[in-house]
């Protein structure tokens, strides 16, 4: 096939250069392919990340570049996959050597063998992502396209290169990315395609959660996230990674009272936030914030529907999930559960009179997350009843003043108690002993209650009128 189209103005950065004598040395053929070269052509902001596909060792260029360009990082290797990368500059180079593939059916891990070119362009997931640019001094810039890749961008559709059941079955993956790339593009999978995702969405319990985790949260990152998780529903896909989440589908009326869909109403609750915050974990919390309501619904004849505890239980169950996926287990589960766990306290003091000590606890126990709660809690809002949006969004501006007065008043933010353990133990004489806790839980409580203000005379005097009830005798000294 002889090229017709050539993207010389891709290949500006002197790195290519560089790249092309250097392949031209060791008699190898180099492209640059997938990402770099769609996101060229759809005119999308510059990418970073270019991939490099050598007819040869990928691995043994990616060295000779590095050697070539002063200032170019390390080559990491990754032998297993015959990959190499380096960094230079604000750019990643990723090298591979082309390559022909065949799966078994229960696995991932293809046979691999050196290919062409072609065989390479095969083994990519979508047209879009097949094509190359030839980095031959001979052929600059020329544009290697066997499918019609650059028709298929026109057409914004995302295609196979082969047959469907064939590309998602031989990796599963490629059905998340599907769905990643036509969410984050605006793109339409192709009816073929399509319909062969619906058919084999259960083989995508043989991918590594780390792998899927990686595409959901690249549609987690897309401006309207409902778009990428709706066709995950309807792939089956959602049931299998997220059955938490589709627990809370559908709608069960009993005596004429009905409850709300709670996942489509979770649904809008992320997009809400995605449209106020780019923070990804913080999108996950509004992602799970009801997951706790499928367990717990009752139907109690007096109230109608409830779902007692179910904030609760939802952080535990975050906890859960996040193990199961591999997600990280440190301080970003955590975060997820609070803001989970406490996703209802503002609403709470939003529909009753906002008491003093109520704000207080709020603050005392959101801490730093304070914030990302109340854009949680106001995203939340998903009536369509005008009427309640505008009370609701009123409500939620008063506890916002009560937050900015009780803020200045007692900086309860990351609390640090006006008078500590060692200060307790010199004024009564006495060393570690469980009445230290119960004294600086005393003063905290009073300060949360607003009984005292949160200083530390105020603090002080009330430890001794404590620790005297408690039949402590404060030292002389200390008085
Ligand atoms: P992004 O903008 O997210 O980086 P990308 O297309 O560059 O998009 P990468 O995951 O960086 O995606 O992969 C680079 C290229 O490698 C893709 O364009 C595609 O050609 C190929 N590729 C990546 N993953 C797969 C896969 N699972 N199956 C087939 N080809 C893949
Ligand atoms: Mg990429």
Redesign the pocket.
Known sequence: MSPNIYCVEALNHPVFKTLSHVAQNLDLECYV???YV??HLLNRAG?K?I?IVAVGDGIALAQALADALPGASEVSVFKNYGTAMLHYQDITLEFVGARKESYTHNSRNPKVAPGSLADDQN???FTI??LALSLDQNQWGALLDPFTGVDHLAAKLLITPLDPQVTFSD?P??MM?AIRFAAQLDFTIDPQAWLSIKNQAERIKIIAPERIVDELN?IMSTPKPSAGLSLMYEAGLLDIILPEVTALLGVEEIEGQRHKDNFWHTLEVVDNISRTTEKLWLRWAALLHDIGKAPTKRFDPKIGWTFHGHEFLGGKMVHKLFKRLHMPLNEKVKYVQKLVAMSSRPIIIAEDFVTDSAVRRLVFDASDDLEDLMTLCEADITTKNPKKQKRYMQNFATVRQKIAEVEQRDHLRNFQPPVDGAEIMETFGIGPSPFIGQIKETIKEAILEGEIPNQKEAARALMLKKGISLGLTPINSAL
């Open positions: 392919i997938g990402g769609r996101d990418s990340d991939d083994r990519r997931d992502n097949a990796d993956l490629r990315r690249k």
